[in-house]
């Protein structure tokens, strides 16, 4: 399957643990998005990564929430200390440029559960 | 402050029938609108998507128009098949990769 993978795809954590959230993306895309969506909404666009850079983290909270996108393995977002209000599906999508006209494909999302 | 708006949650439709899921938007500087489809536990799948310098595309039985006035985009879905059921997502942006979505509409195709 050369499409995005995201693992787990279901994580559950008790208030104050910390979740990892991994995505490698479609063979041959070098440009990886973290979006997550709320139960009734719609998908809110937190960060997008490069190899080894991060290009934009205007839609990420600024603390607790951090990603990363090594030079090797998978994309990692990871959350600190995790909140009750962090429940939600999280999804990663990858294109092959960061043009906008380069559609993004998205993975099967990691469903986030924080008792 | 929703940039996308899809303001019918929910649509049924009979199998056979057209359907039509309508996206509306505020950002005059959008300029490239896509249409994505996601089953229960799944990712969004994408579908279709149109540049602002066109005002219609079309793929096998799904055509997207966009009426840049009006700042309306819709979906239309002929003939309508039971596996056509899902919710559909409206997105757009503004010349970058930031993709703003709208809340969805759930589509029952009956059969």
């Known amino acids: 399957n050369a499409g995005v993978m995201q693992n787990p795809r279901h994580l559950v954590r008790r208030r104050g643990q910390e979740a990892r959230l991994r995505c490698s993306p479609m063979?041959?895309?070098?440009?990886v998005y973290w979006y997550r969506q709320l139960p009734e909404e719609g998908l809110k666009f937190m960060v997008y990564?490069?190899?080894?850079?991060?290009?934009?983290e205007s839609g990420m909270p600024k603390e607790r929430f951090s990603a990363e996108f090594p030079k090797e393995g998978p994309s990692i977002l990871r959350i600190q200390q995790v909140v009750r209000g962090d429940s939600a599906a999280y999804f990663c999508?990858?294109?092959?440029?960061?043009?906008?006209?380069?559609?993004?494909?998205f993975g099967p999302g990691t469903r986030l559960t924080v008792l | 402050d929703q940039q996308v708006k899809q303001n019918s949650p929910s649509l049924s439709v009979q199998e056979g029938r057209i359907s039509i899921l309508n996206c509306d938007y505020t950002?005059?500087?959008?300029?490239?609108f896509l249409w994505y489809k996601k089953y229960p536990a799944e990712g969004p799948t994408f579908l279709i998507s149109?540049?602002?310098?066109?005002d219609k595309n079309e793929d096998g039985r799904f055509t997207v128009f966009l009426n840049k006035s009006a700042k309306h985009l819709s979906l239309h879905i002929v003939p309508s098949q039971p596996g056509d059921s899902a919710v559909y997502f409206c997105?757009?942006?503004?010349?970058?990769?930031?993709?703003?979505f709208g809340t969805g509409t759930r589509l029952k195709v009956l059969a």
């Open positions: 950002n005059s500087m959008f300029d490239y």
């Open positions: 063979k041959g895309h070098s440009h």
């Open positions: 997105a757009a942006s503004e010349g970058t990769y930031k993709y703003i």
């Open positions: 149109i540049s602002s310098i066109k």
């Open positions: 990564l490069q190899k080894e850079n991060i290009i934009d």
């Open positions: 999508a990858s294109s092959s440029s960061g043009r906008n006209t380069d559609t993004q494909y």
